[in-house]
């Protein structure tokens, strides 16, 4: 029996997309070849690679001034990347602090150019999402994290400005409808919505670009990238073609509109509980809540074992909570079905009424 | 039937770590979750991480002096972090340029800092391993290029030198006898020898690094990496554990001494056929020729068709010449078996009857 996976990350994939995967393990696009020992330059995998990063356009609803690259590096390397390609050597740029991976790409920029943290949530253990700060219109962009897998929270209007606005989008891209062409820069490791660790998507607006003055690394140099149709250097070719399969899955069941209309049900039914419940209450402020992943404790915190056995045994999988916050992190991404959800929900109320 | 697969890279791969590689996507260590889509952190995987580096020590024979981490980027990123991690300030790098890789990484190197070029064999497009060439005995370290999968060629002695040595082992890591503890830093690339593209593998001499004074970059700085167990920020986790199945594979059938010899049955029987045979000849001086990957030509290059008829009906596949060299590149990974081989040698045999 497949455990019900709240895993945060790498997190679960549709069980049809594994499928898949796995064949092309042996034997991919009919060639008698596995897609792990071909070349990156033959036919068939460019077609996947066109394919992805046309999707992704698609879903995104952007034309021509985007382009959309697959790096390696994950979204630690964007930390780097994006200051390094946007921030120029007398501009500045502008970070708001919702969490640990906000904090990270701030110390990458800082070593890189003149950065500024115009917004932080840190008083309040990152419970909350800053709101109604200013921003400066001088700075060469604004970098915000739509969604923060480790405490919970989720920006559910984007700021709005005329600098170039740059988003790590990990944990919730492809999870609701957003307003792209409001970002210049989108970036978002793969190993949630999108498919397996090991490949990271890139779309920027070609603007924004080579304005920086700064003598650069080839690999590190988005416009290199661009020019290689992202295979300046050998990509990592299965976890790509595993991206592929993830948004052809999405694209399939309805696209952004349908999945939206998922996970908003998801994160209602484990929030409701979560409010009804008497053992057990959220760790966010309720209007940032993000529907990614829910963190909640107990108010008994003695009594965890006890929750925990009850849903070890609903073979339930990966909802204890990150170690900066404790008690429980459920992660409803979006190839995990609402029966999971529904089967989370039962043993919160089991547990309530054995020991409320 | 599956084709003789002589692809440059990504590469052959051996058929029970495909089969392997394809039942973990769905079932992974038993946990009936894909290995795409559990923690990095889970205990299963991190075993995994573990097991593989600590192969690599083994098959290269080092001790506690040396840490192996898996990165993300290919071998391209490596073209820049050597430099970045290994050339100080006001010190020089020192480069053998042997190819198109080796051009590469000069390029990045020059970018970081004071890089000379030492020795080159661009006057004969790279069709020999410059030899005799004088060691500057200040640089901070000499970078060589074990392998040219482009051109076909190999160095066969290793520069004797008291500075630092570097090696780019992409195309020709684990298929020899190599004497590790006489390099500093051996980085590869996956994708030939040692598993599926996504995942490089850099060993360092610890004593090297923290010397250059300059200010890093998390992702770009080796220290870092190794300090966070090659976990510093999420892994390309599939690439990795298919490059453990391939190790353990290589260490099960009898290491380095066993695949040694076989690659030096599969490279003789083919070079053996190519001065043999009066319509084909071979674009690399002899002392010189890469076992992995042989480079020929055709002298009737106007017969090429009949000759690509004849390969293509025996099932062979991927043997057509880099653009830069042109006629034929047949790659002898470790996992191509000596039937493959074989069946080429076959195939000119058939062409020369035909057409000589």
Known sequence: MKPH?????PGILPAEVLKQASEACINFDNMNLSLLEISHRSKNYEKVMEEARSIIKELFEV?????????GGGASTQFAMVPYNLLSENGSAAYVNTGVWASKAIKEAKIIGNTKVIASSEDKKFSYIPKGYEIPTDADYLHIT????????QIKQ??????PLVCDMS???????????DFSLIYAGAQKNMGPAGATMVMVKKDVLGKTGRKMLSMMDYQVHIKG???YNTPPV???YVTLLTLQWLKKNGGIAWIEKVNQQKADLLYNEIDRNSLFFGTVVKEDRSNMNVCFLTNKPELEPEFDKIWKDANISSIRGHRDVGGYRASLYNALPLESVQVLVDTMKEFEKKFA
């Not at 034309?63 to 790096?71: F, K, T």
């Not at 984007?158 to 600098?163: A, L």
């Open 229 to 231: 149709d992202s295979m």
């Open 171 to 181: 944990s919730d891209i492809f999870s609701r409808k957003v307003n792209a062409k």
């Open 238 to 240: 299965f976890p790509i």
């Open 146 to 153: 739509s969604n923060n897998t480790i405490y919970g929270t």
């Open 5 to 9: 996976n709240f895993s945060a990350g």
């Open 158 to 163: 984007f700021p709005k400005t005329n600098i």
């Open 63 to 71: 034309g021509d001034e985007y382009e959309v690259i697959y790096l």
